[in-house]
């Protein structure tokens, strides 16, 4: 038998697994590398006629050598010459089969034309993230060498202990704790079932097909029941699997919540694995956990099996910091007083260490007046501890400059404990953000697509709501970052030169837009051109517009402002509601709303005016209200008039409607969302787009064929939209390039602009700014 010299695996080969076509065009050879390594060599041109038979054999081969243990599967291509398209279908198809036993599929000797054609077709996009493309034959042995050895240990990997649970085997969590099936069941009714299992006389797993219905709960209820009684089952854990064919009735989730509300004192801990997206948005709603519509302390989410028993060995040896958890507390608090308390602590903290600095200048300033001369000569030798009357002042000096050190050193820790917390909170905003923005883009994009395009009115009004609720989504996360932001004093301003007429007409077609009861009106005395934060001051509009907006269900909305000299005066006015002057003085504090009552019908968080007043003030202006109750609400603000200038209205576009004058281009999107790039392939008719799906893929298409225009996201495999910016502009500085991205963080944004990028598009896409901006570049 022969061993592999680089692994010191044995190889075992067969002359019954050589398959050759009768016409010697085309031949595949099989060998088995260690325990878990499948070769295939292929040679020749591989066509349907002679290669195809061959595919059954191996499956012989696989179940004699492997049975159910995963495997690597690797393929020599050297003298590879093709294979027809339908060839490369059904081993597309083959992999998808046994995709759950592959550890790897690795090609490699592979010719450029093959490498091209793996590159760019289906084998190696996100949906195959076990395939690879190496060079040689050395470079794969060693890769999966590496693997083997790295996870010698650890031979129960998630998909095998899928294995070991269906065969009632025993096996070892990741903890090396054992566990044993003791039993199992199998329950069927119609086109849905389920499966029960009992391990260690305490832990049941549960995994359901099909479509849940009254009967097949029932079955699994009476199922639950006999093993309860069967076995004397006290205290128990139980965990379900919900894959993505697996549908729960509203019958279901009402039978289980009471069945969770029954059986609440012997629950250890419970909860689902492998769910489907929908299936996890029902858990994570509250269903099926009753009203509360939180989930159970001891309730979890998990991927797969193996972190199921993890979760159950952590229940086991349970950490000292899960018994100091008070759980209790949490859940009697809402958000917002949560909120308001983490605010107070870190205010505490702050004056704890303000204190002690004082304390310690204090201390440093007593030292400092005490005189040694008299034991302590020019030389500054050190104090003679045993016969020197200073000495006792000079031990006490030593432990005080000890107790400082440590003050400082603890001091030092907290300071660097928050601040890595506000890093990881500014992270996960800044990540929650580009989460919702993304499936926005599409929501509101196509949702205008479709407004725009038909007739009927009551589809129509359809559409205006899912692009509302749409835009006050987008709208409230971008309160929450902000305010983020300026409790952690981090934000700043971008000033420019600001054209003002622009920024409200902007802030006026965005708020009043599908809302037909009012009239919203502008007072713009002239056009005027100041230097401020553009993107800022059109949110603090936007913020006054939308407060007005919710407490103006019929009337009008007013924007202008007028010129006092040293600042421009600005104003919002409606014909609302209007707000009670006991109100008035908190109607700026965050989380409060006018009329703040469990009874207001009103939307919003109340952060709007708290994040309004804040940009004013950063500017160095002030904001005020003046209001009466069922006459209206008065917004003021004043911002400093810096290098202010009149233009012509003339030059200004006032249309709320652009069309798109950008025709027969090549237009290169860079995106790696289908439904995005779907989406701006609708919006750039009468042009040639091409599509690539990371930034290597970019270059290779750049390369063959230079477009007129690329468009690219900035979060994309492989190579990211500011890496691809950089190697394009080493080939061509002229061509334009536009950034799109759902990070909407002013770091991002100067970084957009630091690198040079032509202009940059925020997710959602904003149809009249996208061809705004093409239309300048077509000029």
């Known amino acids: 038998m022969e061993i592999c010299p680089i692994s010191n695996y044995k190889i075992k080969t067969s002359e019954n697994w050589i398959f050759s076509a009768k016409n010697e065009n085309y031949r595949m050879e099989i060998s088995i590398i260690g325990n878990n390594i499948l070769s295939v060599k292929n040679i020749g041109y591989a066509s349907l006629k002679n290669s195809d038979y061959s595919w059954p054999e191996i499956e012989k081969i696989i179940e004699s050598e492997f049975g159910n243990t995963p495997f690597f599967l690797m393929h020599d291509y050297l003298n590879y010459k093709g294979a027809e398209s339908q060839v490369r279908n059904n081993y597309l198809k083959w992999i998808k089969t046994n995709y759950y036993k592959l550890l790897g599929v690795f090609f490699y000797n592979t010719s450029p034309f093959l490498y091209f054609t793996l590159k760019s077709g289906k084998l190696l996009l996100k949906d195959f993230k076990k395939v690879h493309i190496l060079k040689t034959y050395e470079e794969v042995i060693l890769q999966i060498k590496k693997h083997n050895d790295n996870n010698f240990d650890k031979h129960n990997n998630s998909e095998k202990t899928e294995i070991l649970l269906q065969e009632n085997n025993s096996f070892i969590s990741n903890k090396n704790t054992f566990y044993k099936v003791v039993k199992s069941w199998t329950n069927t009714y119609k086109s849905a079932s389920f499966e029960t299992f009992l391990i260690n006389g305490n832990i049941i797993i549960r995994k359901y097909y099909g479509f849940f219905n009254e009967d097949l709960n029932k079955y699994a209820a009476d199922t639950l029941n006999d093993i309860f009684t069967e076995f004397n089952i006290a205290k128990f854990h139980i965990y379900v699997e919900l894959g993505a064919n697996a549908k729960m009735s509203l019958k279901y989730r009402i039978d289980t919540v009471k069945w969770y509300n029954e059986m609440s004192d012997r629950v250890l801990t419970t909860g689902f694995y492998n769910l489907s997206y929908i299936n996890k948005v029902a858990v994570l709603i509250g269903k099926p956990f009753g009203k509360s519509k939180r989930l159970r302390t001891n309730t979890f989410i998990l991927n797969n099996l193996n972190e199921v028993f993890d979760k159950i060995d952590e229940f086991n040896t349970p950490t000292l910091l899960k018994e100091e958890i008070n759980y209790d507390f949490l859940q009697k608090k809402s958000k917002a007083e949560l909120i308001n308390e983490i605010i107070l602590e870190k205010n505490r903290t702050a004056e704890l260490i303000d204190n002690q600095q004082i304390e310690i200048e204090k201390i440093f300033n007593k030292l400092a007046i005490i005189s040694w001369y008299e034991e302590y000569d020019f030389n500054q030798s050190e104090i003679d501890t045993r016969n020197s009357p200073f000495s006792d002042i000079h031990n006490s000096i030593t432990l005080i400059q000890q107790d400082i050190k440590a003050i400082l050193n603890k001091r030092d820790a907290l300071i660097k404990k928050a601040e890595e917390s506000e890093k990881l909170k500014t992270a996960f905003l800044a990540n929650m953000s580009h989460e919702i923005r993304t499936p926005l883009n599409s929501i509101i994009g196509f949702s205008d697509i479709l407004h725009s395009s038909i007739n009927d009115t009551k589809h129509k009004r359809y559409l205006d709501i899912i692009i509302n609720s749409g835009t006050h989504l987008l709208n409230l996360i971008n309160n929450i970052i902000d305010i983020s932001k300026i409790e952690s004093e981090t934000t700043h301003l971008n000033i420019s030169n600001c054209n003002i007429f622009e920024i409200i007409d902007n802030a006026v077609n965005e708020t009043s837009i599908f809302k037909p009861n009012i009239l919203f009106k502008t007072e713009l005395p002239y056009n005027l051109v100041m230097d401020c934060d553009n993107t800022r001051i059109k949110q603090i509009i936007i913020n006054l517009l939308n407060n007005s907006v919710k407490f103006t269900k019929n009337g009008s909305i007013t924007v202008g402002f007028v010129d006092n000299g040293n ?51 950063l500017h160095g202006g002030k904001i005020w209200v003046e209001s009466e109750v069922n006459i209206g609400t008065t917004f003021y603000f004043t911002l400093p008039n810096i290098n202010a200038s009149k233009t012509n209205f003339s030059t200004i576009n006032t249309s709320k409607n652009v069309s798109l004058k950008l025709k027969n281009k090549t237009i290169l999107i860079v995106e790696d969302n289908f439904e995005n790039h779907l989406l701006l392939e609708e919006l750039l008719t009468n042009n040639k787009i091409i599509r690539a799906i990371d930034g290597e893929n970019a270059l290779e298409i750049c390369d063959k064929t230079l477009p007129n225009i690329i468009i690219t996201d900035i979060q994309i495999p492989k190579l990211n939209g500011f890496e691809l910016f950089a190697k394009i502009r080493a080939i061509n500085s002229e061509i334009p390039i536009i950034a799109q991205t759902a990070f909407s963080t002013q770091e991002v944004i100067d970084k957009i602009n630091e690198t040079g990028f032509n202009s940059y598009l925020l997710k959602p896409i904003a149809k009249k700014e996208l061809f705004t901006i093409l239309n300048k570049l077509a000029e």
């Open 567 to 617: 600042n421009i005066l600005f104003y919002v006015k409606d014909t609302g509601i209007g707000i009670p002057k006991n109100e008035i003085e908190h109607i700026f504090d965050r989380f409060r709303q006018a009329s703040n009552s469990l009874t207001k019908l009103n939307d919003g968080a109340g952060l709007g005016l708290t994040i309004a007043k804040n940009f004013v003030e």
